[in-house]
């Protein structure tokens, strides 16, 4: 019974790269949700699709993150170009309308 | 405006007592409330859920979850904690009619021996 899966599961890139993040959700999920996690600023929703349509885009976020969703098995994560505060666990979580939402098991990343 | 307020940032308990961690939200619509948890290095489980119905609900590993529509509270009690229980759990409301999911900032459960 495959979860939502994400890889790489941890992620080092110096101060101006370009990083993509992948997440495949559980099959037959209609909502995906990336977030970001801080201990400080806790959950932060960056962008949150239903039936592949992007309905919230992360409003701060907008100018540097990226999420596509090309098909409903997968999706990405771009930051461009990545800074240090961008240092953090980043989730992809998938749910049925209205169901418990399944999360994945993170991407630790580290900007340098 | 929403919200979700998980007020214990931290709750220590031995092992073997009782615990209960509290969620207040505010918010006139309809809505289910859901609790999870998250150990350390990994996502968050979801743990149960209430929408309707016996305001009792029953979740994994001997969790339980009350609401109280007077309060305005949800919140997720455990006759006997094990050590295993030591985790950060999250309360959050979602709405029927659209996708907003609201989530508390966390209450750290630490269990001591």
């Known amino acids: 019974d495959a979860g939502v899966t994400q890889t790489p599961r941890h992620e080092v890139a110096e101060k101006g790269q370009t990083i993509i993040l992948k997440c495949e959700p559980v099959?037959?999920?209609?909502?995906l949700f990336w977030y970001r996690q801080t201990k400080i600023q806790g959950l932060e929703l960056l962008s949150y699709?239903?039936?592949?349509?992007?309905?919230?885009d992360g409003g701060a976020f907008k100018d540097r993150f990226k999420a596509e969703m090309l098909n409903s098995s997968f999706s990405t994560l771009k930051i461009q170009p990545t800074e240090p505060k961008d240092s953090a666990v980043y989730l992809c979580?998938?749910?049925?309308?209205?169901?418990?939402?399944?999360f994945g098991k993170g991407t630790r990343l580290t900007v340098v | 405006t929403q919200t979700v307020s998980q007020s214990d940032a931290h709750v220590t308990v031995f092992e073997g007592d009782s615990v209960e961690l509290r969620c207040n939200y505010s918010y006139g619509g309809s809505i289910y409330l859901s609790w999870y948890i998250q150990h350390h290095g990994h996502g968050l489980q979801f743990l149960l859920k209430?929408?309707?119905?016996n305001p009792v609900v029953q979740g994994v590993n001997g969790f339980e979850a009350e609401f109280s529509k007077s309060d305005s509270s949800f919140h997720l009690r455990k006759a006997s904690v094990h050590w295993s229980d030591s985790a950060v759990y999250f309360c959050a409301v979602r709405e029927y009619s659209n996708y907003q999911l609201i989530w508390g900032s966390g209450t750290k459960l630490i269990i001591k021996p």
């Open positions: 209430y929408y309707s119905g």
């Open positions: 979580a998938s749910s049925l309308e209205q169901g418990a939402v399944f």
């Open positions: 099959s037959g999920h209609n909502d």
């Open positions: 699709f239903r039936s592949k349509s992007l309905m919230e």
